[in-house]
């Protein structure tokens, strides 16, 4: 069998940016691992990039129509990576509950679950806007915490009361849990076909569901799931 040598496609600018988004995931788990002064301004700025390059990866992607099943494997496993890192850090410091954090890592375990019994039959299904939604909603809530964080470390003070910023957070934590679980809901919904029976390879049923054959030049690059 000849050995599988990774194309120029495959290592085009999208993919070399979701495999820094990687490398950024293993700075900020070293980061938040580790009890320094600046840890939480560090946390911030490496979570605040990541996030960017989630956005910049996609952006070039779909302008230049750059395709590849490397892609669709490093993109949403980079975003899985950081935001489950980051809730765990969060979860350690007491500021996320434990049923919050179950809730959205379990959500990414059963969808790439999900996703690898898709792939074994040869299809590949593009994320719905649920999960762009979801991702953001996560992002955000991470992103306001960190920088309450890193203000207090910076002795900079709180930018609103303590109450004010209870209702606030507690609010964008149920926005997040609740958009994580309804597009888990809504993913499995739309693979229903593909997953409980044959009918949704025959008849129509995968154009249905958004589904497209696994090849590096087909549709698309996968959005986040």
């Known amino acids: 069998m000849?050995?599988?040598v990774p194309t120029a496609k495959q290592w085009n600018l999208p993919n070399q940016i979701s495999l820094g988004r990687l490398c950024i995931c293993g700075l900020f788990v070293g980061d938040v691992s580790v009890s320094w002064s600046y840890s939480a301004t560090t946390a911030l700025f490496l979570f605040a990039l990541g996030s960017l390059t989630d956005w910049v990866d996609g952006w070039i992607a779909r302008?230049?129509?750059l395709v590849s099943d490397l892609g669709k494997l490093l993109d949403p496993l980079a975003d899985k990576i950081l935001i489950c890192a980051a809730f765990l850090a969060l979860l350690?410091?007491?500021i996320?509950?434990?049923w919050a954090v179950v809730v959205i890592m379990?959500?990414?375990f059963l969808v790439?679950?999900?996703r690898a019994l898709i792939a074994a039959r040869g299809e590949v299904l593009a994320a719905g806007p649920s999960g762009k939604w979801k991702t953001l909603a996560q992002m955000v809530y991470v992103l306001l915490v960190l920088t309450q964080m890193a203000l207090a470390e910076l002795g900079m003070g709180k930018w609103m009361s303590d109450r004010l910023w209870g209702i606030l957070t507690a609010a964008l934590l149920w926005l997040a849990v609740t958009i994580t679980f309804v597009s888990g809901v809504l993913y499995f919904y739309r693979c229903r076909a593909l997953v409980f029976s044959e009918e949704g390879l025959v008849e129509g049923g995968r154009e249905a569901l958004g589904c497209r054959p696994c090849s590096a030049g087909s549709g698309k690059r996968m959005a986040r799931s």
């Open 2 to 4: 000849p050995e599988a």
């Open 96 to 98: 996320v509950p434990l």
């Open 112 to 114: 790439t679950g999900l």
């Open 92 to 94: 350690e410091r007491g």
């Open 63 to 65: 302008r230049n129509n």
């Open 106 to 108: 379990a959500r990414e």
